[in-house]
Each structure stands twice: as structure tokens, then as C-alpha cells.
């Protein structure tokens, strides 16, 4: 787990923030970039004119921004600007049924990649996660997707000299019942003070979607209410995807 730093800077934080967004969901525009940052245009087109400097992000014929060298060395893009574009309306809905923080995770390896949040507006919330990296097989929507997994490739991830899991059969009984199911728990397994329940968006994309509240506010009661809300956004994710 990763906590965030006391003394946070901020321009610092936009510039990763924004090299994340170009390696993972490939161009932005000024306005875009402007937009996810919740900043002003003048303040996105510095933070992106020093990304160009260090050769983080360079300019396209059509003035968008890419990934620049520095990015494509370590690791290729991998585009998921459609898939947040197309769950965003999704999560809002979600977080304004349930008043609670929502997001979307995507599967890659063994990590699970948050690319989109919407925040809830209660003064005790779980802040937003976007840019965050977690284990998948501990982060709620990301054990779901893992469910969906062949127990063949949860074997090749995990049963390894250096695996983060010690022991692979008593999770494989876990994602057995995480796929009867049809969702996942998280209680405080990544952070402290939070829970979260995350389901898998069907379909050939390894995402998921997952609704996180503080640990003060979780009611066993109501999981089968939080579930089916979760498990019914990451179906319409799915459905809406598909129709495109």
C-alpha cells in the first residue's frame, strides 16, 4: 500500500498525473488535459510544455499530445481512453445513487491500473483514485476481472519464486466463490479505513468497477444492495461497449 505523501506538490503530482494519462490512454488535447486536472489551460499547457521539454510527451501533427520517448522506452501505450469515456457516465450515475466514491480499474498483469473516479460530495469520503496502481489480486474490482481468469493463467501469474501471493490455492478458492458470486470484497486489504466492493465489466476488456466507502460506513447489511448496484454499472459498462 502507498500513502500519500504529507508534504504533496502539487505541480509535481499534475505532471505524473498527466504522463500517466498519455502512457496508458494514449493523445490529450490542451482542453482535455485542462479538464482531467481540473485546472486552468494555462496551467495544463505548462505542465505539458515541461513533459515536452524532458521528452515525456511531444506534439502530433494534429497539436495533440503523446506519449513522448521517455514513455515509449519503458513501456508501450496502452490506449483505454475509450473505455473511461464510455464508463465515466456510468460511475457518476453510480456515485450519485450510493453517495459514495466509484471507479474503474483495469487489469494488466498482476496490477490493477484506476482510471477513472468520481468522487462523492459527503465530507468523509474515499478520496479519488485515478493514477493509482494497486496488487490486483487484493484491490475489489480487480479480484473480480481475476474471477473471469482461466485458473491456468492465475497459476502462470501467480505461482511464481517472487509472487506477492503465498498461497495460490486458497486464492483460486477465493475467486471460485468471487465468481459465484458475481462480485468481490475489499475489507482493508489496501488501505486502512476503507472498503470496497468491485465487480467485472463482461465482455473481452479486463476491467472492473469497484464503489469505495470508509470502513466506518460499511454495513453487512446493505452488501447485497452495494453488490448489485456495482455488479448492475459494470453489466451497462459492458452492454455499452459492446453496442459501440
Given at each position: 500500500?502507498?500513502?500519500?505523501?504529507?508534504?504533496?506538490?502539487?505541480?509535481?503530482?499534475?505532471a505524473l498525473h498527466l504522463a500517466t494519462v498519455l502512457a496508458q490512454e494514449g493523445p490529450l488535447?490542451?482542453?482535455?488535459?485542462?479538464?482531467?486536472?481540473?485546472?486552468?489551460?494555462?496551467?495544463?499547457?505548462?505542465?505539458?510544455?515541461?513533459?515536452?521539454?524532458?521528452?515525456?510527451?511531444?506534439?502530433?501533427?494534429?497539436?495533440?499530445?503523446?506519449?513522448?520517448?521517455?514513455?515509449?522506452?519503458?513501456?508501450?501505450?496502452?490506449?483505454?481512453?475509450?473505455?473511461?469515456?464510455?464508463?465515466?457516465?456510468?460511475?457518476?450515475?453510480?456515485?450519485?445513487?450510493?453517495?459514495?466514491?466509484?471507479?474503474?480499474?483495469?487489469?494488466?498483469?498482476?496490477?490493477?491500473?484506476?482510471?477513472?473516479?468520481?468522487?462523492?460530495?459527503?465530507?468523509?469520503?474515499?478520496?479519488?483514485?485515478?493514477?493509482?496502481?494497486?496488487?490486483?489480486?487484493?484491490?475489489?474490482?480487480?479480484?473480480?476481472?481475476?474471477?473471469?481468469?482461466?485458473?491456468?493463467?492465475?497459476?502462470?501469474?501467480?505461482?511464481?519464486?517472487?509472487?506477492?501471493?503465498?498461497?495460490?490455492?486458497?486464492?483460486?478458492?477465493?475467486?471460485?466463490?468471487?465468481?459465484?458470486?458475481?462480485?468481490?470484497?475489499?475489507?482493508?486489504?489496501?488501505?486502512?479505513?476503507?472498503?470496497?466492493?468491485?465487480?467485472?465489466?463482461?465482455?473481452?476488456?479486463?476491467?472492473?468497477?469497484?464503489?469505495?466507502?470508509?470502513?466506518?460506513?460499511?454495513?453487512?447489511?446493505?452488501?447485497?444492495?452495494?453488490?448489485?448496484?456495482?455488479?448492475?454499472?459494470?453489466?451497462?459498462?459492458?452492454?455499452?461497449?459492446?453496442?459501440?
Amino acid at each position: 500500500m502507498k500513502n500519500e505523501p504529507v508534504y504533496r506538490i502539487q505541480s509535481v503530482d499534475h505532471a505524473l498525473h498527466l504522463a500517466t494519462v498519455l502512457a496508458q490512454e494514449g493523445p490529450l488535447r490542451l482542453s482535455e488535459a485542462a479538464e482531467r486536472l481540473g485546472v486552468a489551460r494555462s496551467t495544463a499547457h505548462r505542465l505539458l510544455a515541461m513533459l515536452v521539454y524532458r521528452d515525456f510527451a511531444e506534439q502530433d501533427e494534429d497539436r495533440r499530445y503523446v506519449a513522448g520517448p521517455v514513455l515509449r522506452a519503458a513501456q508501450a501505450p496502452e490506449p483505454q481512453a475509450d473505455l473511461r469515456r464510455v464508463a465515466l457516465p456510468r460511475l457518476r450515475a453510480l456515485t450519485e445513487r450510493l453517495d459514495e466514491t466509484s471507479n474503474l480499474v483495469v487489469v494488466v498483469g498482476d496490477r490493477a491500473r484506476f482510471v477513472a473516479s468520481v468522487e462523492c460530495d459527503r465530507v468523509l469520503r474515499v478520496g479519488e483514485r485515478e493514477g493509482r496502481v494497486l496488487p490486483a489480486h487484493l484491490a475489489s474490482g480487480a479480484r473480480a476481472v481475476l474471477a473471469t481468469l482461466a485458473e491456468a493463467e492465475i497459476r502462470a501469474l501467480y505461482d511464481t519464486p517472487d509472487s506477492p501471493v503465498a498461497d495460490v490455492d486458497r486464492l483460486l478458492r477465493e475467486l471460485r466463490r468471487i465468481r459465484r458470486q458475481r462480485f468481490a470484497l475489499n475489507d482493508q486489504q489496501t488501505e486502512a479505513g476503507v472498503s470496497a466492493i468491485g465487480a467485472a465489466v463482461p465482455g473481452d476488456v479486463r476491467a472492473g468497477v469497484s464503489v469505495a466507502l470508509p470502513t466506518a460506513r460499511y454495513r453487512r447489511d446493505r452488501l447485497p444492495e452495494w453488490a448489485a448496484e456495482v455488479t448492475a454499472t459494470a453489466e451497462r459498462i459492458g452492454a455499452d461497449l459492446a453496442g459501440r
